[in-house]
Antibody
Framework: QVQLIQSGAEVKKPGASVKVSCTIS????????MHWVRQAPGKGLEWMGG????????VYAQKFQGRVTMIEDIYTDIAYMELSSLRSDDTAVYYC??????????WGQGTLVTVSS | EIVMTQTPLTSPVTLGQPASISCRSS???????????LSWLQQRPGQPPRLLIY???NRFSGVPDRFSGSGAVTDFTLKISRVEAEDVGVYYC?????????FGQGTKLEIK
C-alpha cells in the first residue's frame, strides 16, 4: 500500500523560500507520477503542478512559473516542492499526491506553511 | 485553462436522503486516447482529500456503492443515494485531461 509522508509545518518570512518533502513508502517513486496541490485557509484546492503523463515531464501552473520547483529523488524515494519569494497569500496547506488513473490518490497528510513577518 | 464549475456550492441534506452535485467544464474533457479524466474527491473536515470516483463513473477502492458518478464531455454529476453522517465534507471535481489540471470550487455537503 502506497503511503505519502510529508515534512512538518514551516513558518517563513516574506521573501524566503520553503522546501516541502514527501516520502513515499510501499512503492517506488520512479514509477509514481507526483503532483502538488495547495489549500489556503478556508479555501478550495489549487493544483500547483506535477508530472504530465502526455508530455512526459513535470509541468507547473502558470501562476507559479518561475517560483516553484518540483524534484524527485528516486534513490531515496522522496519528492520535493520548493516555493520561493514567499508572500503572505502563500500561507496554505501543501499536499503531495500521486496518480491513480489520472485521479489523485493517495495524498500526503499535508504541510502547513505560514508566511508571516 | 479549463474552468470547472460546481453547483451547488452548499448542499444541505437530510440523513438518508439523496444528494447530487454537478460539475461543468468549459471545454470537452474527452482526451485524445478516448478516456475522460474527470474525477471526484471528498475532503472530510481536517483531513486531506481522498479519491472517490475516477474517469467519470469508476468507484475507487473502498468507496461505498452509495456514491456514483455519471456524465460526459462537459457535464458531470456525483450522486449519493442515501447520505450518511460520515459523508459530511467538501466534494471537488478534478479534470486531468489537460494541463493545467483544474479543480471545481468545491461543494460543501452538510446535514440539515
Amino acid at each position: 500500500q502506497v503511503q505519502l509522508i510529508q515534512s512538518g509545518a514551516e513558518v517563513k518570512k516574506p521573501g524566503a523560500s520553503v522546501k516541502v518533502s514527501c516520502t513515499i513508502s510501499g512503492y517506488t517513486l520512479s514509477k509514481l507520477p507526483m503532483h502538488w496541490v495547495r489549500q489556503a485557509p478556508g479555501k478550495g484546492l489549487e493544483w500547483m503542478g506535477g508530472f504530465d503523463l502526455d508530455g512526459g515531464e513535470t509541468v507547473y501552473a502558470q501562476k507559479f512559473q518561475g517560483r516553484v520547483t518540483m524534484i524527485e529523488d528516486i534513490y531515496t524515494d522522496i519528492a520535493y516542492m520548493e516555493l520561493s519569494s514567499l508572500r503572505s497569500d502563500d500561507t496554505a496547506v501543501y499536499y503531495c499526491a500521486t496518480v491513480f488513473s489520472r485521479g489523485l490518490d493517495p495524498w500526503g497528510q499535508g504541510t502547513l506553511v505560514t508566511v508571516s513577518s | 485553462e479549463i474552468v470547472m464549475t460546481q453547483t451547488p456550492l452548499t448542499s444541505p441534506v437530510t440523513l438518508g436522503q439523496p444528494a447530487s452535485i454537478s460539475c461543468r467544464s468549459s471545454q470537452s474533457l474527452v482526451h485524445s486516447d478516448g478516456n475522460t479524466y474527470l474525477s471526484w474527491l471528498q475532503q472530510r473536515p481536517g483531513q486531506p482529500p481522498r479519491l472517490l470516483i475516477y474517469k467519470i463513473s469508476n468507484r475507487f477502492s473502498g468507496v461505498p456503492d452509495r456514491f456514483s458518478g455519471s456524465g460526459a464531455v462537459t457535464d458531470f454529476t456525483l450522486k449519493i443515494s442515501r447520505v450518511e453522517a460520515e459523508d459530511v465534507g467538501v466534494y471537488y471535481c478534478l479534470q486531468a485531461t489537460q494541463v493545467p489540471h483544474t479543480f471545481g470550487q468545491g461543494t460543501k455537503l452538510e446535514i440539515k
